[in-house]
Structure formats: structure tokens, C-alpha cells
């Protein structure tokens, strides 16, 4: 139950609406973050609901699938590779650049690999890969395999079949289409593994196809390699034939011209030039003598003309006679100083010894000027060796001359012949190499990891299922919930109440808890009230009094409207209830119905249609005392209404509905009036002209905002005195999860107060 709550007046000593509006935007980041936690709060059933409604039906989804085991076999690209001999390569190894690589995950991929791989396993006739032979299932579209399977040949949209080798033909593209869905081929980052991932219903299967898939792979590499260096020695076998036969030509064309041509060589050199080179190596060994001697010659001739001592000379010093002549004077120049010095320059073996030297330097220069003269016929013999061989050179030069247009077309024709020979020669290395290399392919991969059988499926993986469908139905039911708060048009609390109508909240009246009267029958709000004073339901009535009471200190209102926007939204049960509770303190209440279209005061007290009321009151001018009721369980006097009226805002408006206003409000403490709803018709707005104050009542999530909006308009175009709104059929227990600061959120800490 709801505990009643004052809001501030708009007038008095109560806190303005516009002071409250300025603390909550003082505060409204804490607010908001209150208000957050209560939405979700408020909107929990749904949340919940929504969360373990879908987490229930996917795991139900989850648990009706097949479980499904992966294997996984690991192929290596192998970057050093078997090479026996130094040839380029006609097939040669993957290079190990990163497009390679992801070329050889395609070939993975290719829809001949998988086609190979089911002729080895017979996967046509296999359930789990020939859907036409599986029994048809209404679980089977819980399989995420088989909708894709069916999206797929709806986007390949193939035409019909229309004989049997169209189905067939169709029948294993299912099938190769069905494997492919089941296969992932994966390069681990940075590296040169190739993952080969299989899905399968039977984990056995699942590892056989994988190692499967890793053996075809590997075999279609060598497959390829033998084919290219099969291709390769077919052609160059060919390619030989041709050019073995161009290089005899070429060499056959050589041989016939040299002889025709009278070309003849040694080592490759015809004869003329053997002698032109052979002359010219003489001529300049005779040109070099030739120099030699003159230049010994001039020499001696420039010392002897100079007066000098020629003896110096090569050709001197190495000469054996004047060797022997100087050592002769040497030994005569010795024995003439002993003879001198034992018997004097005039002795006859000294003169004797004088004259055999005289007769050695005789001999000397002698021998001296034979040698010169030889230097000399040296020169005449080298001038004239020199001048035989340059004419011997010029004659053959005259021959060789005539044979080199000759010589010009045989070099063409060799190099010819050699480019021929190059050509062949290559060719045939490469054919050996080839031979060689076809019986040694090596495939440029290898199997590194073996596909194992595995234990656990990893499909569905129903925890990881479960906590998704988890956080996401959660995530969804919170949407949901947030939707729902958006699209909920209701007012709820004092703060709604405020900011939807700029009013005032008064108080919040609480639904009265359902218990039984006499007779059995239910508590009626205003006989509740009598019975428990000191509930939650009566206190709230007394703040309003309260409420209204402060509104205006000076002056306090006597007269008192009670309006709603629409019917049914408890107008009548506040007015009779606060009616009563104010007669049940002691006040003099009057309770006036007026509203003069649906009338439901005396109803509502049990009463039966008067005879008289305020229609005939102010129409034949009668005493209200003659018309009135009174209650039976407290002093509160009513004024009916018995019948109704052609033009009521005509009746509302006259100047006896403001007499009969004025005198009851010189007789009675508290004058309340039940009136109609603001929208349907006009007779709330006159009357609101006519009173003190208007309480506007709302039903608690139940009277629309726009609605409410509309109505305080209207009332405001009469400039009715709104005292402020107050929100009836309060739900406790809801009302604490749906606004934090309204006295209800804190009904738990104060209602041992009330007797309910």
C-alpha cells in the first residue's frame, strides 16, 4: 500500500514546483542514473521473460542439432627442396612469397581436389554428403549445414536435370558443394602451415577426410610435376631434332666454302697469316737489332770523336784480345818500374821494356779500331735484314689481301655454325637434367600434423550457445524493456506528474486494500476510510486537506472542484472519500454533484435516485436543506442530482449556480464538487471560474499524458485556480520500483505508522 505524499503548492507556505525542479537539475546526473536502475527495475518481468524465454528456446534449438566433430591436419609449404643436378627448374619449387602460399589454400579450396577426394572415399554414397539419401527429418532445417546447403542452390539456381547424366552430374556437384560447406582451409599467420579443418557427423570420418584432403593434395603436386617434366623432355626431344640437324648444316656449309675458297688452316689460321704473323715477329726482332748495333755504333763513334776512352764500351771491355793486351801492359808496366828503379831509364832492359809496351797499346787501338768497324758492318748487316723482310711482308700482304672478302663470309658462316652448336648444346644439357629430374620429384609440401579423431564435437558448442543466447536475449529483453518505458504513455510519479503538467503534485492516493464488509461483500474506498482512520488510504486524504489548507495560508479555500481529463479515472471516489474524511473530523462538508450528464454520487453512497435535487434546486428556487441527504456515518450533508438538464454549462454558468456556491459556502467549512471530465464536455471549465481551487486527479499509469495535457489546457484557457494534480489508485508495491523520491519508494521503512 501507498503511502501518501505531498508535492509543493503552488501558493503559501509549501516549496514552489518550480524550486523542486531547480534541485532536481542540480542533481540530475545522480537522478538519472536512479531513474536507469529503476526503469529496468520496473520493466524486470519483461527483462526476464525475455531473457530466459529466448535463452530457452535457442537451447531447445541447440540440443535438437547434430553434433558435429572437426578434425584438423596440418600441411607444411617445404622451402628446401630436393635439386640432384643445377638446372633452373622445369617444374621447379613453390617460391615462398605470401600470393603463393594463398594459391596453394585455393587449390585447397578447388572444386577438383574435392572431387578427388570423394572418388577415393565414396562420398556419393554416403548420407552425410548425398542429402538424397537421407531420410527426410522435420529437425533437419535445425542444422545450420542444411539451410546453407539450400541457400546455395537456390543462389546457383542450376537448371533442372532432364536425363541421367544431368543428374548425375548434379548429384555429385551436391555433393562437392556439400563437402566444400564442410571444409575450412586456414593459413596460420606468418608461417607456411596450411590448416585443413573437416566437419563431419562421425568424428572417425571427420579425421579420414582430413587426412584424406593432406595425401590428394600432396600427390596432385607430384602429379603435376611429372606432367610438366614429361611435357617438357617431349619437347625438347623435338626441339633437339631440329637443332642437331641445323648445326650440321650450318657446319657442312662451313668446310665446303673454306675449300672452295682455297681457305685452308691450321688451328683455325689459313696459311697467309700464319706467314704474315711469323715475318712480322722477324721483322721486328731485326728491328730491334738493327737499333742496337747503330746505337753501339754511334756511340763509339761519338767517344773516339770526342777524344774520349772508347775502352769503356761493352764490346771493348768483353773483347779476350784486349783482355789479354791489358793484362800483358799490366804485367810489362810492372817488371819496366822494377827495372827502372834498379838500373835507370837508360838501361837496355828498360829500354827494351819501353818498346814492348809501346807495342801492346799498338796492338790495343788496333784491336780497338777492328772492333769498331765491326760495330759498323753490324749496322749494314741489320739494315739490310730489315729492308728483306719488310719487302718479304709486303708481298704477302699482297696475297692476303686478295682472300679477305673470302675470309669475311667464312667468319659469318662460323660464327654461325658456333651460335648453332651453342644453342644445341644447351638444349641438350637441359634434356639430361630433365631426364634426370623426372625420376626425383619431390612434392613442395608435407604433412606435418596428421588429422587425430576427435573427442568433443565443436558443434553446437552449448555452453558458449547457452551464454550467448544469454547476454543477447538479456541484451534484447533490456531493449525491450527500454521500448516499453518510451512508448508508456502513463503518469506514475510526482516527477511525471510535474513535468507532463506543470502542476503541483498534492498527493498520491493509494488503491484501498481489498477486504470484505458486511455481508461479504468488498469495502467501498469511502466506508474503508470510516473503518480504518488511521490507514494509508486516510492519511493521504488528510494531506490533501492539508495540502489545500496551505495552498493559501491567509485565505484558505472553502470551495473545492475535482476534475479528470477522462472518465473512469476515479474523480468521484476521491471527492466522496475526501468529502467524508473531512465530515469525519469534525468539519461541516457539503458534497455537490455536478455532474449533471452521468451523476453517480448517490450511487456510489448506496442511495436511491432522489426525488429532488440540484436541478429542481436552482430551477424552482427551493430551500437546499429540502434536497439534501445526509450521511449516515458521518455529518457530511450531499446535494444530488435527480434529473438531468437540456443546456448544463448554461445551468453551471448562471447566477444562481453562483448563489447557491456563495450560501453554502457561508454555512458549511468545506464545500466539494463532483463535476464531469474536462475533455467530453465544457461544464468542468465553468465551474472552475466559480470556485476557490480545482484538484485535478490522474489515475495512477493508467490516464494518458496527452490527455492530462489537453485538459489542464482547456482549464487554464477558463483561468481556473489549479491548485495542483493528485494521482489516485496508487499500486504500492509498484510504485517503489518506479521512481526514486516519491513517498511511496520508502513505503517499506514507514508503514508501521498505518493501520491498514
Given at each position: 500500500m501507498n503511502a501518501p505524499v505531498q508535492g509543493g503548492a503552488s501558493r503559501g507556505g509549501m516549496p514552489s514546483y518550480e524550486s523542486r525542479a531547480t534541485d532536481e537539475e542540480q542533481g540530475f546526473i545522480e537522478f538519472d542514473l536512479k531513474a536507469l536502475f529503476l526503469t529496468l527495475r520496473k520493466r524486470m518481468g519483461v527483462i526476464l521473460g525475455v531473457t530466459f524465454g529466448l535463452t530457452a528456446l535457442v537451447m531447445v534449438a541447440v540440443l535438437q542439432q547434430t553434433p558435429l566433430y572437426t578434425a584438423t591436419a596440418q600441411v607444411l609449404l617445404d622451402r628446401q627442396k630436393m635439386q640432384v643436378t643445377d638446372m633452373e627448374a622445369v617444374m621447379s619449387g613453390l617460391p615462398s612469397d605470401s600470393a603463393t602460399v594463398d594459391s596453394e589454400v585455393e587449390i585447397l579450396r578447388s572444386r577438383a581436389l574435392a572431387e578427388r577426394v570423394i572418388d577415393r572415399l565414396n562420398l556419393l554414397e554416403d548420407p552425410e554428403f548425398n542429402r538424397a539419401l537421407r531420410e527426410p527429418s522435420m529437425l533437419r532445417w535445425l542444422d545450420p549445414r542444411v539451410w546453407l546447403g539450400e541457400l546455395l542452390a537456390i543462389v546457383s539456381a542450376a537448371p533442372a536435370p532432364v536425363n541421367d547424366e544431368m543428374r548425375a552430374r548434379a548429384e555429385r556437384d551436391a555433393v562437392v558443394n556439400s563437402l566444400l560447406a564442410n571444409l575450412t582451409i586456414s593459413r596460420q599467420r606468418l608461417t607456411y602451415v596450411i590448416n585443413i579443418d573437416v566437419i563431419s557427423e562421425r568424428p572417425a570420418k571427420a579425421a579420414r577426410i582430413a587426412n584424406a584432403y593432406s595425401d590428394t593434395y600432396i600427390l596432385d603436386q607430384l602429379e603435376a610435376k611429372f606432367d610438366a617434366t614429361r611435357q617438357a623432355n617431349e619437347w625438347l626431344s623435338r626441339r633437339l631434332g631440329e637443332l642437331r640437324q641445323q648445326v650440321q648444316d650450318s657446319e657442312r656449309a662451313v668446310e665446303i666454302y673454306r675449300a672452295e675458297q682455297g681457305l685452308e688452316s691450321s688451328s683455325g689460321v689459313t696459311v697467309s697469316e700464319q706467314q704474315m704473323s711469323e715475318l712480322n715477329a722477324q721483322l721486328i726482332l731485326a728491328r730491334t737489332a738493327l737499333a742496337e748495333a747503330r746505337a753501339k755504333y754511334d756511340r763509339a763513334r761519338q767517344i773516339r770523336t770526342s777524344g774520349g776512352s772508347i775502352e769503356s764500351m761493352a764490346d771493348v771491355v768483353q773483347s779476350g784480345t784486349i783482355s789479354q793486351l791489358r793484362q800483358k801492359q799490366a804485367e810489362l808496366a810492372r817488371e819496366l818500374a822494377n827495372l827502372s828503379s834498379r838500373y835507370g831509364p837508360r838501361h837496355p832492359e828498360v829500354v827494351n821494356a819501353e818498346a814492348q809496351r809501346r807495342d801492346i797499346e799498338s796492338q790495343i787501338g788496333s784491336e780497338i779500331t777492328r772492333i769498331i768497324g765491326s760495330l759498323q758492318n753490324n749496322v749494314s748487316v741489320a739494315e739490310t735484314r730489315v729492308a728483306s723482310l719488310e719487302q718479304s711482308l709486303r708481298e704477302i700482304r699482297g696475297e692476303t689481301g686478295e682472300s679477305g672478302q673470302a675470309m669475311v663470309q667464312l667468319r659469318e658462316l662460323e660464327r654461325e655454325a658456333a651460335a648453332n652448336r651453342a644453342v644445341y648444346e644447351s638444349f641438350l644439357n637441359r634434356f639430361k637434367e630433365t631426364s634426370q629430374q623426372q625420376d626425383l620429384q619431390v612434392p613442395d609440401s608435407r604433412v606435418i600434423s596428421l588429422a587425430t579423431t576427435p573427442i568433443s564435437p565443436s558443434h553446437p558448442r552449448k555452453g558458449l550457445s547457452f551464454a550467448l543466447a544469454l547476454v543477447l536475449s538479456a541484451i534484447l529483453g533490456v531493449g525491450l524493456a527500454f521500448l516499453l518505458e518510451h512508448l508508456d504513455n502513463g503518469l506514475a510519479t510526482a516527477r511525471d506528474v510535474e513535468e507532463a503538467l506543470a502542476l503541483p503534485h498534492l498527493v498520491s492516493i493509494p488503491l484501498v486494500p481489498a477486504e470484505k464488509g458486511p455481508g461479504g461483500k468488498p469495502l467501498k474506498p469511502h466506508d474503508y476510510l470510516v473503518q480504518k482512520p488511521l490507514s494509508a488510504f486516510s492519511e493521504s486524504l488528510r494531506s490533501l486537506r492539508s495540502a489545500l489548507q496551505l495552498s493559501n495560508v491567509d485565505n484558505p479555500p472553502k470551495v473545492i472542484l475535482f476534475t479528470s481529463a477522462l472518465p473512469s479515472e476515479g474523480k468521484t471516489t476521491t471527492s466522496v472519500s475526501f468529502a467524508r474524511a473531512a465530515a469525519a473530523s469534525g468539519l461541516r462538508v457539503v458534497l455537490v454533484d455536478c455532474d449533471l450528464r452521468h451523476p453517480s454520487v448517490h450511487k456510489t453512497f448506496g442511495l436511491a435516485t432522489p426525488t429532488a435535487g440540484l436541478v429542481e434546486l436552482l430551477a424552482e428556487r427551493l430551500d437546499p436543506e429540502t434536497v439534501m441527504i445526509e450521511d449516515e456515518k458521518t455529518s457530511l450533508?450531499?446535494?444530488?442530482?435527480?434529473?438531468?438538464?437540456?443546456?448544463?454549462?448554461?445551468?453551471?454558468?448562471?447566477?444562481?449556480?453562483?448563489?447557491?456556491?456563495?450560501?453554502?459556502?457561508?454555512?458549511?467549512?468545506?464545500?466539494?464538487?463532483?463535476?464531469?471530465?474536462?475533455?467530453?464536455?465544457?461544464?468542468?471549465?465553468?465551474?472552475?471560474?466559480?470556485?476557490?481551487?480545482?484538484?485535478?486527479?490522474?489515475?495512477?499509469?493508467?490516464?494518458?499524458?496527452?490527455?492530462?495535457?489537453?485538459?489542464?489546457?482547456?482549464?487554464?484557457?477558463?483561468?481556473?485556480?489549479?491548485a495542483g494534480a493528485i494521482l489516485v489508485a496508487v499500486d504500492a508495491a509498484k510504485q517503489a520500483k518506479y521512481g526514486y523520491g516519491d513517498g511511496g519508494y520508502y513505503y517499506g521503512k514507514y508503514s508501521r505508522y498505518y493501520v491498514n
Open positions: 450533508r450531499i446535494l444530488p442530482i435527480a434529473t438531468g438538464t437540456a443546456n448544463p454549462p448554461d445551468l453551471m454558468a448562471s447566477s444562481q449556480m453562483q448563489l447557491l456556491i456563495e450560501r453554502l459556502r457561508g454555512e458549511y467549512d468545506l464545500v466539494v464538487l463532483d463535476s464531469a471530465p474536462v475533455l467530453p464536455v465544457s461544464d468542468s471549465r465553468v465551474l472552475s471560474r466559480i470556485v476557490d481551487e480545482t484538484v485535478f486527479v490522474v489515475r495512477w499509469n493508467d490516464t494518458p499524458k496527452d490527455a492530462a495535457q489537453a485538459a489542464i489546457r482547456e482549464l487554464r484557457l477558463y483561468q481556473s485556480n489549479i
